[in-house]
């Protein structure tokens, strides 16, 4: 089965910093670009960034350019996002998704993950 | 950056209807347009990319059209299980914007 896992959110402190994670499973992860989504509560969905299949290319919504980081690690079929210096609008459930290889849209999401940043 | 903007915000329409939910485009994205589904407390699903091209498994009752800068996504005939906020996102190039949603819900 086709599945993404994502795992490490929580309750973090303005200016904190927290690592997500999201584990594939049932594709060939190494084709594929991947993405984070987010979703802050009761609101829409917002891209976040992006990695190209080897990581050689790495794009990021302006809100979190300089404090976020993808990157993934193709021998443990799994995506990161370290995210530094969080801010209160950066909550939200953090969703990993797959572009799916000729179609390019979001073929396949996580359930998310859920951060907070809050004092 | 593309902005990207749905109409309506919202509808209300009976089981059977015909909807229509138009999304637009701030400059041309040729034909990179995908829609998704999400219901209330689930997981967004894609829908349609390619702008009109129906992703497997996903009943024929939905169908989009478009190119440009203009594009519609269509429920023929709407069902209680359609109830769900729907999202256009351009995917031409980085950032891969969505548009604010449409929630439908049946009257």
């Known amino acids: 089965e086709v599945q993404l896992v994502e795992s490490g959110g929580g309750l973090v402190q303005p200016g904190g910093s927290l690592r997500l994670s999201c584990a594939a499973s049932g594709f060939t992860f190494s084709s594929y670009w991947m993405s984070w989504v987010r979703q802050a509560p009761g609101k829409g969905l917002e891209w976040v960034a992006n990695?190209?299949?080897?990581?050689?290319?790495?794009y990021y919504v302006d809100s979190v350019k300089g404090r976020f980081t993808i990157s993934r690690d193709n021998a443990k079929n799994s995506l990161y996002l370290q995210m530094n210096s969080l801010r209160a609008e950066d909550t939200a459930v953090y969703y990993c998704?797959?572009?799916?290889?000729?179609?390019?849209?979001?073929?396949?999401w996580g359930q998310g993950t859920m951060v907070t940043v809050s004092s | 950056d593309i902005q990207m903007t749905q109409s309506p915000s919202s509808l209300s329409a009976s089981v059977g209807d015909r909807v229509t939910i138009t999304c637009r485009a701030s400059?041309?994205?040729?034909?990179?347009l995908a829609w998704y589904q999400q219901k209330p407390g689930k997981v967004p699903k894609l829908l349609i990319y390619?702008?009109?091209t129906l992703q497997s498994g996903v009943p024929s009752r939905f169908s989009g059209s478009g190119s440009g800068t203009d594009f519609t996504l269509t429920i023929s005939s709407l069902q209680p299980e359609d109830v769900a906020t729907y999202y256009c996102?351009?995917?031409?190039?980085?950032?891969?914007?969505f548009g604010p949603g449409t929630k439908v819900d049946i009257k």
């Open positions: 998704a797959r572009e799916g290889g000729g179609i390019d849209a979001f073929d396949i």
């Open positions: 990695i190209k299949q080897d990581g050689s290319e790495k």
């Open positions: 400059q041309g994205i040729s034909n990179y």
């Open positions: 996102q351009k995917y031409n190039s980085a950032p891969f914007t």
């Open positions: 390619a702008a009109s």
